[in-house]
């Protein structure tokens, strides 16, 4: 029983059967003895009124009211005269909370916990409260495997009716699951069944990964992931009997025993559709993906009638509901299946709320959503225009509900909330990168400037290797339909000495761009540019490779072209921050047409494809193909050549070394005419930190191509490592240590390897 409420029931009692006064009107009511309590509080509570009849039963209810309260831990009822005096003596109040021993919690949470049942800095000290509070905290420390926490907990008086809350922790150490027993499994292997479950016994991995941990939460999401695993193989009538959990005296061994009953697997004899088929049975029978004569799965039943329901829900029955209905045949193993359909009333939308966008404006939002407002309701529509929302960029997170209108049976609405992310970045300052040194940069860009959803940058790098400054600016909806436009001014110097080779290139140009949507997650860019580029390699040493001055004595110091781009790019990422699925592919081709001084192309590909393999645990795999060549008689520039190596090629070599070098400076690399790069990598969140920090292994393979350096005589170079990118406030950062595996006698490596403002 509630301590203050026992207390306030025996002070009732004892009132009652001390005072037995006479019942008198009150003519008068003092408050004594509050100090922080206001009395017009104490006046609001008390049930009795100046010029009303005060009486035994009167006097008891003012005890029992104030004690309800909470305020109060004494209440005394005075009378002298008529005047009725209440005289009270206030709870403390909590002037401090600390704790000592805590390390499995941050102390921050634990305050905010506190606070929420009422034990919290100048709230009104309750024992009783104080001690749910102490419970609470226990049991979180039992769901984390710490069953040998002790906690004391310190009430320290200090003037002016104060307390001082004191929790001395002290946690022990984390019980570990030293055995799982499986009983009743014959059908399927038990180390099958505990491969499955997320509770497990200690492992080399179990630092990271905190399985070998009980809880009642994980037992219980076990306990339906071994249900599932039999029913996706027919165990209709599995069952699990019962779980035992022991754990040793010492509190740091914990043994799990599963009792199961297994049965016999099902076979489907017949898959039948009923109910409201608004649509050809046809169109409902290809959506049907178990099929009479295979084992019963319930993942796949679930599937096809989930299958059933997004068919309705494209065609505008938002509240359609679809149910198997099962009929088993015990003694042969059957099971028939009726599928009942209902696809209830066709709903369409009433209106599409957007919230959350601060900054950015509402008609940017708008223009990437599909569903329309006043059109029926498209379940496909809605989840493309999560999709396109989130991959603009701007928003760290974007949830889509589709509630139906209140009163209505025919009605939705679209509630789109976005919590903003900063997409501005302005830096001044220096940086490091493993191969061009110590880089002086400033920039300021905006991808979403003042909300509009353009994007305007300026960009400054003074490093060793290259020096840019350029514009860019893009505007995603030139046009009401999707058509972008963008245009570019650069300003860019290539000075590779640093890489072994004896030249100098400066070029500035401009450009401008258009974008043209061809379907959801496909797009088509059309570019004219103008480019002008200057060579120096005076004066010609040993060190200077005779392709390039042949190169410059052939079409001169100073080259003017004409390229224009055709590109394709796919992007069905379902995030462009952190990626689980999906993908991206682009292709592109460069032209320099004739009219000018230079006429040749390059041609790309890049396919990038993100499969989530576990939870947080995601395989990335990345090919990076690239071709070109000289037209009418002429070679590729050398300066158009395509390098291989390094991060974001193949981590482990030094950057742009693999390939081709020259016969006489061994050290010059000169880059080819061809390109593959292959690249697989797993992403994990790092253990403790959010996911804008991903780590994993890698293998990485690729190489450079010429008419004489071919991938059948040098094939491609090789390498595995460990990498981690990190989303950082001042931008994206890169770490690789690579190990190459079959590296020639005269390829530079280089095994650790950072970059900034680069993801792979």
Same mark, same amino acid.
């Given at each position: 029983m509630n301590? !203050?409420?026992?207390?306030?029931?025996?002070?009732?009692?004892?009132?009652?059967?001390? @005072?037995?006064?006479?019942?008198?009107?009150?003519?008068?009511?003092?408050?004594?003895?509050?100090?922080?309590?206001?009395?017009?509080?104490?006046?609001?509570?008390? &049930?009795?009124?100046?010029?009303?009849? @005060?009486?035994?039963?009167?006097?008891?209810?003012?005890?029992?009211?104030?004690?309800?309260?909470?305020?109060?831990?004494?209440?005394?009822?005075?009378?002298?005269?008529d005047v009725l005096i209440v005289v009270v003596h206030e709870r403390p109040a909590i002037a401090q909370i600390d704790f000592v021993g805590l390390k499995e919690f941050d102390k921050e949470q634990l305050l905010k916990g506190l606070k929420e049942v009422g034990i919290a800095v100048s709230r009104t000290f309750d024992r009783a409260t104080l001690e749910k509070a102490e419970q609470e905290l226990k049991r979180q420390y039992l769901s984390r495997g710490r069953y040998a926490v002790t906690i004391t907990t310190t009430i320290t008086p200090l003037d002016r009716n104060r307390v001082a809350i004191n929790f001395n922790v002290d946690e022990g150490d984390t019980a570990k699951i030293r055995e799982i027993n499986i009983v009743g499994a014959h059908a399927i292997k038990e180390k099958d069944l505990l491969s499955v479950m997320e509770l497990k016994t200690p492992s080399w991995i179990s630092w990271y990964t905190k399985s070998d941990q009980y809880s009642k939460q994980k037992l219980a999401a076990d306990l339906e992931t071994l249900r599932s695993y039999y029913l996706d193989r027919g165990f209709l009538e599995f069952n699990i009997e019962s779980t035992q959990v022991s754990i040793s005296p010492d509190k740091k061994d914990i043994y799990l025993t599963i009792s199961i009953k297994e049965g016999e697997p099902y076979l489907v004899s017949s898959v039948k559709l009923a109910g409201d088929l608004i649509l050809p049975e046809e169109e409902f029978r290809e959506s049907v993906k178990i099929k009479p004569g295979n084992v019963f799965s319930r993942k796949i039943l679930n599937e096809s009638t989930k299958s059933i329901a997004d068919k309705l829900g494209a065609q505008g029955y938002a509240f359609a509901n679809v149910n198997a209905a099962p009929e088993l045949d015990q003694e042969k193993h059957l099971v028939a299946f009726t599928i009942f359909v209902d696809p209830g009333k066709r709903a369409y939308v009433r209106r599409i709320n957007i919230t959350g966008n601060t900054k950015t404006r509402d008609e940017v939002i708008r223009q990437e959503v599909r569903q329309m407002e006043g059109a029926w309701y498209d379940a496909n529509r809605v989840v493309k225009s999560r999709e396109r929302i989130d991959r603009t960029g701007y928003f760290g997170e974007v949830n889509v509900e589709t509630p139906p209108v209140p009163g209505t049976i025919d009605q939705v609405d679209v509630n789109i909330n976005v919590a903003e992310k900063s997409t501005g970045n302005i830096s001044l300052g220096a940086g490091y990168s493993s191969s061009e040194k110590v880089i002086l940069s400033g920039s300021i860009s905006q991808s979403n400037i003042f909300g509009s959803g353009k994007y305007l940058a300026l960009q400054l790098n003074t490093g060793k290797l290259n020096r840019t400054l350029g514009i860019n600016y893009t505007n995603p909806y030139f046009t009401v339909d999707g058509i972008s436009q963008g245009f570019d001014l650069y300003y860019r110097t290539l000075n590779?000495?640093?890489?072994?080779?004896?030249?100098? !290139?400066?070029?500035?140009?401009?450009?401008?761009?258009?974008?043209?949507?061809?379907?959801?997650?496909?797009?088509?860019?059309?570019?004219?540019?103008?480019?002008? +580029? *200057?060579?120096?390699?005076?004066?010609?040493?040993?060190?200077? &490779?005779?392709?390039?001055?042949?190169?410059?004595?052939?079409?001169?110091?100073? *080259?003017?072209?004409?390229?224009?781009?055709?590109?394709?790019?796919?992007?069905t990422r379902d995030s462009a921050?952190?990626?689980?699925?999906?993908?991206?592919?682009?292709?592109?081709?460069?032209?320099?047409?004739?009219?000018?001084?230079?006429?040749f192309y390059r041609a790309s590909y890049q396919n990038q494809h993100y499969f989530e393999l576990v939870k947080d645990l995601v395989l990335m795999l990345n090919v990076d193909l690239g071709y070109g060549d000289g037209l009418s008689g002429q070679t590729l520039p050398f300066y158009k050549n395509f390098y291989a190596g390094g991060v974001g090629s193949v981590r482990?070599?030094? +950057?742009? !070394?693999?390939? &081709?070098?020259?016969?006489?400076?061994?050290?010059?690399?000169?880059?080819?005419?061809?390109?593959?790069?292959?690249?697989?990598?797993?992403?994990? &969140?790092?253990?403790?930190?959010?996911?804008?920090?991903?780590?994993?292994?890698?293998?990485?393979?690729? *190489?450079?191509?010429?008419?004489?350096?071919?991938?059948?005589?040098?094939?491609?170079? +090789? !390498?595995?490592?460990?990498?981690?990118?990190?989303?950082?406030?001042?931008?994206?950062?890169?770490?690789?240590?690579?190990?190459?595996?079959?590296?020639?006698?005269?390829?530079?490596?280089?095994?650790?390897?950072?970059?900034?403002?680069?993801?792979?």
């Open positions: 301590k !203050s409420l026992l207390t306030g029931l025996l002070a009732t009692l004892f009132a009652a059967g001390a @005072m037995a006064m006479e019942p008198f009107t009150v003519a008068d009511i003092r408050v004594e003895g509050i100090q922080r309590v206001e009395a017009g509080t104490v006046f609001s509570y008390l &049930p009795v009124k100046v010029g009303e009849t @005060m009486d035994d039963e009167k006097a008891a209810q003012v005890i029992k009211t104030l004690f309800a309260t909470g305020f109060f831990e004494d209440v005394r009822v005075e009378i002298n005269g590779p000495t640093s890489l072994g080779y004896e030249f100098q !290139s400066t070029s500035y140009g401009g450009g401008i761009r258009f974008g043209y949507p061809l379907t959801e997650v496909d797009s088509l860019t059309f570019g004219l540019a103008i480019d002008q +580029t *200057n060579i120096d390699i005076t004066p010609v040493t040993l060190a200077t &490779p005779i392709q390039y001055i042949q190169f410059q004595a052939q079409n001169g110091d100073s *080259n003017l072209t004409l390229p224009t781009t055709l590109g394709w790019a796919r992007d921050i952190y990626p689980t699925k999906g993908g991206t592919q682009r292709a592109g081709l460069e032209v320099a047409i004739p009219g000018a001084d230079l006429t482990g070599y030094d +950057t742009a !070394s693999l390939g &081709p070098v020259d016969p006489l400076y061994p050290d010059t690399r000169l880059g080819g005419t061809r390109k593959a790069v292959f690249n697989s990598e797993i992403l994990m &969140p790092f253990p403790g930190i959010d996911k804008s920090f991903r780590f994993g292994p890698f293998f990485d393979a690729g *190489n450079v191509f010429t008419d004489n350096y071919t991938y059948a005589e040098e094939g491609l170079r +090789t !390498s595995v490592g460990l990498a981690a990118a990190w989303i950082s406030p001042l931008g994206p950062l890169k770490f690789s240590y690579g190990q190459p595996i079959n590296e020639q006698s005269n390829d530079k490596l280089q095994k650790f390897q950072f970059q900034f403002g680069t993801t792979f």
